[in-house]
């Protein structure tokens, strides 16, 4: 495929793009407290345009002073950011990129501690059950308000920006006052279509007097707010075609407020195109470009989009975190280089929240872009045991940077847990990354032995100067369950791969992330399905826009939960459990009748044993007897996410 359509040029008013692949605003906590941009900041935005991304849109930059919603949050209601900005638009200008930037009011959806103020909206309506209750804003502040999109759009136009986008999404200030769920004014900004949309009328009218058409000015707005009573999509198509009749130069259609942010933030089993209707429908009511954006990761139905006329341009969010050359790479047909996002919200969506900086479980370098990947002063003969996520990572990096590396992985398959974390429904596109790996492992040079268990005896004869052990976790295995040894027990990774055999009706034994993946994997499957956790809820453990779609599959095939269980013994047909929400209660209470039970209670470190409180890494501490290094990633150090594991392997292959 020649994605000829997505690296066609276009014109969005006075700004000329040289294709149509976009990165989207997104919050990265890159920025310095004082509001100005970092080094980082620069660093991040150039990767992008290196990559040949041809628009490229700065994160949400607070436009009033008072409305900050967290530490890290650029700034342009004052002149201190312009020259930081500078540096930002030279480096992306110099790589042929345009600059976008996103000029936003928290409005109700921010904070007031970090603001330093109290938030203000349409109306005096809490975003969310414990999110601080704003002020309407008075009438005569308003148009205070509307100023102060005029004066950040003049700063953002010294500071080399060819477009602005006004933020009219997701539940913020602009998008308070359109709304008829969250507008319940009586002023000249409440009431009817018209008055509900004047805030947005003005703002636009302000933005292009203020700017005189030297960039363009753009409007980031929802396809649906997703809300009974809120905007629905028709109600959408009005307001795009009302936003062209207002001077906008171009849409950006986004999706939903944040009471329904599994669909800003669409996890792994939401692909690409979700909301491609929606959008098309917005297209067919106005003449100005429109970008789409929700879930792209691969470029072919974003090729259809722009092909069929549904949409003029289409943003890569979170796959620009995952791998800024992505067009590149389209460009040159190598989509087998490409990194892709996996949609797990463990590092972007996450420390966005947390005010961390933004990092990725497939993409180690994001954030880290400034560093590079210096050469290794001495080139050494690193030994990689187990060909894991961690493992494929470290033997990569270090490759690139010029060591002589060999992979060790002890079965017939490449990647891990993680490989196996593809399997439960929704979550195939795991598979991407693991080949990914592999394929970086590959094309790097890297030295790759399939079925070998590294041994001691082999290091004392091969006498490497490094090893990193990432040699992953087992199935969790509490002894203190009577009957867990039971051969009849079916693991929860051999449930998985198929190679046991599970009857119809099934008992998971623990209701985390892992068994509750499990079971929906079997309930799918047509298996009747139980599961049975010692806490009060099923898959506390797993992100929210994940659970969301996780327990919608539970009432769907009707499984089972049995919660604040503890289990004493395990049978071939069941479990006997107490009541871990009540210690007193004595009673020894009994799920059985199953026909197969699955253990999928979690992971433990493999090669290593408790002393006490303390963990000893038995295999690591023979080694260091016989190796100068030996590093310890991933799961070998102890059963966590894939995160910890790529970052760790990242930090232990730029110190060799």
Request: proline letters at 4%.
């Given at each position: 495929?020649?994605?000829?359509?997505?690296?066609?040029?276009?014109?969005?008013?006075?700004?000329?793009?040289?294709?149509?692949?976009?990165?989207?605003?997104?919050?990265?906590?890159?920025?310095?407290t004082?509001?100005?941009?970092s080094?980082?900041?620069?660093a991040y935005?150039?990767?992008?345009?290196?990559?040949?991304f041809?628009?490229?849109?700065?994160?949400?930059?607070?436009?009033?002073?008072?409305?900050?919603?967290?530490?890290?949050?650029?700034?342009l209601?004052d002149?201190?950011?312009?020259?930081?900005?500078?540096?930002?638009t030279?480096?992306c200008h110099?790589e042929?990129?345009?600059?976008s930037?996103?000029?936003?009011?928290?409005?109700?959806?921010?904070?007031?501690?970090?603001?330093?103020?109290?938030?203000?909206?349409?109306?005096?309506?809490?975003a969310?059950?414990g999110?601080?209750i704003?002020?309407?804003?008075p009438?005569?502040?308003?148009y205070?308000?509307?100023?102060?999109?005029?004066?950040?759009?003049?700063?953002?136009?010294?500071?080399?920006?060819?477009?602005?986008?006004?933020?009219?999404a997701?539940?913020?200030?602009?998008?308070?006052?359109?709304?008829p769920r969250?507008n319940?004014?009586?002023?000249?900004?409440?009431?009817?279509?018209?008055?509900?949309?004047?805030?947005?009328?003005l703002i636009?009218e302000?933005?292009k007097?203020?700017?005189?058409?030297?960039?363009?000015?753009?409007?980031?707005?929802?396809s649906?707010?997703?809300?009974?009573?809120?905007?629905?999509n028709?109600?959408?198509?009005?307001?795009?075609?009302?936003?062209?009749?207002?001077?906008?130069?171009?849409?950006?259609?986004?999706?939903a407020?944040?009471?329904?942010?599994?669909?800003?933030?669409?996890?792994t089993?939401?692909?690409?195109?979700?909301?491609?209707?929606?959008v098309?429908?917005?297209?067919?009511?106005?003449s100005?470009?429109?970008?789409?954006?929700?879930?792209?990761?691969?470029?072919?139905?974003?090729?259809?989009?722009?092909?069929?006329?549904?949409?003029?341009?289409?943003?890569?969010?979170?796959?620009?975190?995952?791998d800024?050359h992505?067009?590149?790479k389209?460009?040159?047909?190598?989509?087998?280089?490409?990194t892709?996002?996996?949609?797990?919200?463990?590092?972007?969506?996450a420390?966005?929240?947390?005010?961390?900086p933004l990092?990725c479980l497939?993409?180690?370098?994001?954030?880290?872009?400034?560093?590079g990947?210096?050469?290794?002063?001495?080139?050494?003969?690193v030994?990689?045991?187990?060909?894991?996520v961690?493992?494929?990572c470290?033997?990569?990096?270090?490759?690139?940077?010029?060591h002589?590396?060999t992979l060790?992985?002890?079965?017939?398959?490449?990647?891990?847990n993680?490989?196996l974390?593809?399997?439960?429904?929704?979550?195939?596109?795991?598979?991407?990354?693991i080949?990914?790996?592999?394929?970086?492992?590959?094309?790097?040079?890297?030295?790759?032995?399939?079925?070998?268990?590294?041994?001691?005896?082999?290091?004392k004869?091969?006498?490497?100067?490094?090893?990193?052990?990432?040699?992953?976790?087992?199935?969790?295995?509490?002894?203190?369950?009577?009957?867990?040894?039971n051969?009849?027990i079916?693991?929860?990774?051999?449930?998985?791969?198929g190679?046991?055999?599970?009857?119809?009706?099934?008992l998971?034994?623990?209701?985390?992330?892992v068994?509750?993946?499990?079971?929906?994997?079997?309930?799918?499957?047509?298996?009747?399905v139980?599961?049975?956790?010692?806490?009060?809820?099923?898959g506390?453990?797993?992100?929210?826009?994940?659970?969301i779609?996780?327990?919608?599959?539970?009432?769907?095939?009707g499984?089972?939960?049995?919660?604040?269980?503890?289990?004493?013994?395990?049978?071939s047909?069941?479990v006997?459990?107490?009541?871990?929400?009540?210690k007193?209660?004595?009673?020894?209470?009994?799920?059985?009748g199953?026909d197969?039970?699955?253990?999928?209670?979690?992971?433990?470190s493999?090669?290593?044993h408790?002393?006490?409180?303390?963990?000893?890494?038995d295999?690591?501490?023979?080694?260091?007897?016989?190796?100068?290094?030996?590093?310890?990633?991933g799961?070998?150090?102890?059963?966590?996410?894939?995160?910890?594991a790529?970052?760790?392997?990242?930090?232990?292959?730029?110190?060799?």
């Amino acid at each position: 495929m020649k994605f000829k359509n997505m690296f066609s040029p276009i014109q969005i008013g006075p700004m000329t793009v040289k294709n149509r692949f976009v990165v989207p605003p997104m919050g990265n906590n890159f920025a310095n407290t004082d509001g100005t941009w970092s080094d980082e900041s620069v660093a991040y935005y150039a990767e992008r345009a290196k990559g040949q991304f041809g628009l490229i849109t700065i994160e949400a930059t607070v436009v009033h002073k008072g409305a900050k919603g967290g530490p890290r949050k650029p700034c342009l209601y004052d002149d201190n950011s312009i020259e930081s900005l500078k540096k930002i638009t030279d480096a992306c200008h110099a790589e042929g990129a345009k600059i976008s930037i996103q000029l936003q009011n928290a409005g109700p959806e921010g904070n007031a501690k970090n603001a330093g103020a109290p938030i203000q909206a349409a109306t005096a309506i809490a975003a969310a059950d414990g999110r601080d209750i704003p002020e309407a804003v008075p009438t005569e502040q308003v148009y205070e308000l509307i100023k102060g999109y005029g004066d950040a759009a003049v700063r953002a136009m010294k500071g080399g920006a060819d477009a602005v986008e006004i933020h009219m999404a997701h539940g913020y200030l602009v998008n308070s006052f359109m709304s008829p769920r969250t507008n319940k004014r009586v002023d000249e900004f409440g009431g009817n279509f018209e008055n509900r949309m004047r805030f947005s009328r003005l703002i636009v009218e302000e933005v292009k007097k203020r700017t005189e058409g030297k960039i363009a000015v753009l409007a980031r707005i929802n396809s649906t707010e997703d809300m009974f009573g809120g905007l629905d999509n028709h109600d959408m198509c009005a307001i795009a075609s009302y936003l062209e009749d207002c001077g906008v130069d171009g849409l950006h259609v986004s999706r939903a407020v944040h009471l329904k942010d599994e669909y800003m933030w669409a996890p792994t089993g939401i692909h690409g195109g979700f909301s491609a209707e929606l959008v098309a429908n917005i297209k067919n009511c106005v003449s100005v470009p429109v970008i789409t954006v929700g879930r792209y990761t691969e470029p072919q139905f974003a090729e259809q989009m722009v092909k069929l006329g549904k949409a003029d341009l289409v943003a890569f969010g979170r796959q620009s975190l995952a791998d800024p050359h992505t067009p590149e790479k389209a460009q040159e047909e190598r989509l087998e280089d490409m990194t892709p996002c996996i949609a797990c919200l463990q590092g972007c969506v996450a420390n966005m929240y947390a005010g961390k900086p933004l990092c990725c479980l497939v993409n180690p370098v994001l954030g880290r872009e400034a560093e590079g990947l210096p050469k290794a002063e001495k080139a050494k003969k690193v030994y990689v045991i187990g060909g894991g996520v961690a493992g494929m990572c470290a033997a990569f990096t270090a490759k690139r940077r010029g060591h002589d590396v060999t992979l060790f992985e002890a079965t017939d398959k490449l990647g891990g847990n993680m490989r196996l974390a593809a399997y439960p429904p929704g979550k195939g596109d795991i598979t991407g990354m693991i080949r990914s790996y592999i394929v970086k492992c590959e094309k790097a040079g890297v030295n790759i032995k399939m079925n070998t268990k590294v041994t001691a005896q082999m290091l004392k004869e091969d006498t490497p100067d490094a090893v990193i052990l990432a040699t992953g976790s087992e199935t969790l295995v509490l002894p203190f369950i009577k009957g867990i040894h039971n051969p009849d027990i079916v693991y929860g990774v051999d449930c998985l791969e198929g190679t046991r055999p599970i009857g119809h009706k099934v008992l998971v034994v623990g209701g985390g992330m892992v068994g509750a993946e499990t079971a929906d994997f079997l309930a799918e499957q047509g298996h009747e399905v139980s599961v049975i956790e010692m806490r009060d809820a099923i898959g506390p453990d797993v992100i929210h826009e994940h659970r969301i779609f996780l327990m919608e599959a539970f009432e769907k095939y009707g499984i089972e939960q049995i919660t604040s269980a503890a289990v004493s013994e395990i049978f071939s047909d069941g479990v006997s459990y107490k009541n871990a929400a009540d210690k007193s209660d004595e009673t020894i209470y009994e799920a059985r009748g199953f026909d197969t039970v699955v253990l999928s209670m979690g992971f433990s470190s493999r090669y290593t044993h408790r002393d006490g409180q303390n963990v000893v890494y038995d295999f690591a501490d023979e080694l260091k007897d016989i190796v100068p290094e030996v590093h310890v990633v991933g799961d070998a150090v102890r059963a966590r996410r894939a995160l910890d594991a790529t970052k760790e392997a990242y930090d232990v292959a730029l110190k060799l």
